[in-house]
């Protein structure tokens, strides 16, 4: 069914090994007459695939990108609005950027992201160096409002979008090691967590045409490109009609058109969502090799009153029973998850139950953050944040406390075992390493072997490991 779409060609060519690194970056940085951008990305992976997509769009309106701030006539900040400390974070860099627009009055400061989304006109009221802000779905309008800035008009764009999904724009690979590289398949959130601002930032769910996704995949594979990761904010939810046949396309045939690319591709995707993880996905996980055997699963709660209250629209039960299905149907699939602790009301034997379910669910990893009030949301409107600070970084102490003994159990149970890892490059401490991550993603150094290079598979064999990675030795297989 997948392989009729005619625009679409599915085979591949010879990957072109020479295509490594940072090239995309330089190839736009031909045109000396080039106005330069400067772009920071903050908060999760779908903002830094969207600086992506911004950095495009605006190469294709003839800026180039820079890394280096001081030589940028365009300075981009992708915001994140997730808690007040990433917002907090946003206003310090204003503050640098404010430093350069005293030495250099001509360069235009921009917002995009969350963060601009959730307060709109407020931010330009609020920050005078500010020249435009736009929201996650009006980047084709950049150009615009840019060439009003020039003119003095401070400009605004934060409409939220229910079809944009920049399906046909190709994103420029601005921080890729050309091994690995991120797609977004679908563009806001349905869900109503009541402590999440992401369905105000972001908008109504909506999915990308599944065919964009594999022509994107394909010419990844064709520049040389080993991983690709599926982004989206519940990935499970990933359903597209098609305005012709009505033909419905869902996540698990997404995954599978993605596998059947090429043999090395290895694809990721993140994140899940428990009330919407099927069994079909999981089982076309264990079908096909390079698919990856690791699910990011976020829990939030281990107690179904506080998952109620979180309007997480699953309980404990029915949680467990979807981790139940997660190893029984991929048996060496790993599971990682996100934690909230001192939720509104939370009491000490609830927080015990986020501690159980740790245990039980033997998760490599989890993000793990105390509760943060979030104007707008359902919770700020409806609950009091009552759980002193003391008591939610005391919880949040003990949640990563239980995780790091678990991550690191589960990461001794691998001493002795041989995995197939894809080289990423240099480890961060030594240049005589490499580092390259398992299927179950786990993050591995081994000794470089001559005739290895970054981008290659190679079998390691785990001889050791620290709580978070895992040490090895390649080995023939
Ligand atoms: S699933 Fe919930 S936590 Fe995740 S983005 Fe949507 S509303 Fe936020």
């Known amino acids: 069914m997948y392989n009729d779409n005619p625009t679409i060609a599915f085979e591949p060519k010879k990957i072109d090994e020479s295509k490594q690194g940072d090239v995309y970056f330089d190839e736009f940085n031909k045109d000396p007459n080039a106005k330069h951008f400067y772009i920071e990305s903050y908060g999760c992976q779908m903002n830094f695939s969207d600086s992506e997509i911004v950095a495009s769009i605006l190469s294709k309106a003839g800026y180039a990108p820079t890394r280096n701030m001081e030589e940028s006539d365009l300075i981009l900040i992708n915001t994140c609005s997730i808690r007040e400390k990433a917002e907090a974070n946003v206003r310090q860099r204003l ?161 599978e058109m993605v596998a059947l690319i090429h043999p090395d591709l290895r694809v990721r995707f993140s994140t899940s969502h428990p009330k919407d993880i099927t069994d079909e996905v999981l089982h076309t996980i264990a079908k096909h090799e390079n698919l990856c055997n690791y699910i990011h699963l976020p829990v939030q709660s281990g107690n179904s009153r506080v998952l109620k209250l979180m309007n997480r629209t699953y309980d404990r039960k029915w949680y467990e029973e979807r981790v139940e299905a997660i190893y029984r149907i991929i048996p060496d699939c790993a599971i990682s998850s996100d934690f909230i602790t001192g939720f509104c009301t939370e009491t000490e034997e609830e927080h015990q139950d986020s501690l159980s379910i740790i245990r039980q669910s033997k998760y490599t990893m989890s993000y793990m953050f105390f509760y943060s009030e979030r104007p707008g949301t359902l919770a700020a409107r409806k609950y009091e944040d009552d759980i002193p600070l003391a008591v939610k970084k005391r919880r949040l102490a003990e949640v990563v406390q239980v995780q790091s003994e678990v991550s690191h159990q589960h990461n001794l149970n691998d001493v002795g075992k041989t995995f197939k890892i894809l080289v990423e490059g240099d480890s961060k401490k030594s240049d005589q390493d490499f580092k390259g991550r398992t299927g179950t993603n786990k993050m591995t150094i081994f000794k470089k072997k001559p005739g290895v290079k970054p981008g290659d598979y190679v079998f390691v064999k785990v001889t050791g490991t620290t709580s978070a990675t895992l040490l090895g030795e390649i080995i023939e297989q």
């Open 95 to 255: 503050h640098i950027f404010n430093k350069l627009k005293k030495t250099k009055p001509a360069v235009l400061v921009g917002v995009l992201g969350c963060m601009a989304e959730r307060l709109k006109t407020k931010f330009l009221e609020e920050e005078k160096i500010v020249d435009i802000v736009v929201g996650p779905d009006a980047y084709r309008d950049l150009p615009n409002l840019i060439a009003g800035a020039e003119e003095g008009d401070r400009g605004i764009n934060v409409l939220l979008s229910r079809e944009e999904t920049y399906a046909d724009i190709s994103p420029l690979r601005l921080a890729s090691n050309g091994i690995s590289g991120f797609i977004s398949i679908m563009r806001g959130c349905d869900n109503m967590c009541s402590f999440c601002v992401v369905p105000f930032t972001r908008g109504r769910e909506r999915s990308r045409n599944p065919f964009t996704i594999v022509a994107e995949a394909t010419d990844l594979v064709n520049r040389g490109f080993k991983e690709v990761t599926l982004l989206g904010q519940n990935v499970d939810s990933f359903k597209w009609e098609n305005p012709e046949t009505k033909e419905i396309v869902n996540f698990a045939q997404l995954l």
